[in-house]
T-cell receptor
């Protein structure tokens, strides 16, 4: 079964609205979770590192005010795409690692902004 | 220089062929190494970890060369179902850092 669960799997929203994606670690506590974006036929791109109880660390070029990350508990991180635009349409994936052993990915969330 | 370098391919091979992918890493402090498989429109899933002594799982063999700082994945007797993107992942334990290759696309042709 899934070790990291992501919700929703698919979401369609209107341009200008905000969308929240949840990432949960099911069998372990994760002080750190990672958020990625992947465009079709391209590689995973790390967007930010989500840190429980503190601010997320964003990669260069990723707007922190547009991609709000909240890691309020040891098992849940959320990514909110604010004022979404069609160019934000992408596959968003989260990941988490139990004890630095290996890394597990959520099932991913397909976002389509119309 | 990127932490992890991987040939993106694509690799197009006939069924039954043997194919190998390499992945180089730049940080000598890297601790753990993995190969992931990503199918189209799906999340990456762990294929196998890579151990210092090398390890094999059926048709798949993973090897680590610390001196030259690369890992490899060998697939023997390729099946159509092996078509996917293969990602190498390197863990630098300090700070719980994971670094990804860009992925190598493999298509096995009938």
């Amino acid at each position: 079964g899934a070790v990291v669960s992501q919700h929703p799997s698919w979401v369609i929203c209107k341009s200008g609205t905000s969308v929240k994606i949840e990432c949960r670690s099911l069998d372990f506590q994760a002080t750190t979770m990672f958020w990625y974006r992947q465009f079709p036929k391209q590689s995973l791109m790390l967007m930010a590192t989500s840190n429980e109880g503190s601010k997320a660390t964003y990669e260069q070029g990723v707007e922190k005010d547009k991609f709000l990350i909240n890691h309020a508990s040891l098992t849940l991180s959320t990514l909110t795409v604010t004022s979404a635009h069609p160019e934000d349409s992408s596959f968003y994936i989260c990941s988490a690692s139990p004890q630095s052993n290996t890394i597990y990915f959520g099932e991913g969330s397909w976002l389509t902004v119309v | 220089r990127k932490e992890v370098e991987q040939d993106p391919g694509p690799f197009n091979v006939p069924e039954g062929a043997t194919v190998a992918f390499n992945c180089t890493y730049s940080n000598s402090a890297s601790q753990s190494f993995f190969w992931y498989r990503q199918d189209c429109r799906k999340e990456p899933k762990l294929l196998m970890s890579v151990y210092s002594s090398g390890n094999e799982d059926g048709r798949f063999t993973a090897q680590l060369n610390r001196a030259s700082q690369y890992i490899s994945l060998l697939i023997r007797d390729s099946k159509l179902s092996d078509s996917a993107t293969y990602l190498c992942v390197v863990n630098i334990r300090t700070g719980n850092q994971f670094y990804f290759g860009t992925g190598t696309s493999l298509t096995v042709i009938p």
